[in-house]
């Protein structure tokens, strides 16, 4: 139980970094940003600003199926509980780097 109390505040603070990031460059942010790295460079990665809270979002939601999907099918399975824990660590890790990299090599 302990576990996935500090996979909370993990997020917690994930969230809290992004909101800090944002509020702390928001005023320099351009109308558009280049959001979509997979598409070829040009117009075609350009998103609007309010499309960055996309990144938060889905961070949130992988985050929370990861665990229904644990307790729902996988309660007893030691393996998979640890996998989904280094999963969710890494998905929280990793969004906010994304996150704070678009932000900080825009403005």
Not at 63 to 68: A, M, R
């Amino acid at each position: 139980m302990l576990i996935r109390f500090r996979l909370i505040y993990w997020l917690i603070t994930a969230n809290l970094v992004m909101v800090s990031v944002l509020i702390y460059k928001f005023g320099t942010l351009p109308p558009q940003i280049p959001l979509f790295y997979s598409k070829p460079p040009g117009e075609d990665q350009l998103a609007d600003t309010w499309m960055i809270l996309l990144l938060p979002l889905l961070m949130n939601f992988l985050f929370f199926f990861n665990n229904f999907f644990y307790r729902r099918y996988f309660k007893e399975n030691i393996l998979a509980k640890k996998i989904l824990y280094y999963l969710n660590l890494l998905i929280s890790i990793s969004f906010t780097i994304i996150f704070a990299k678009i932000i900080f090599v825009v403005t």
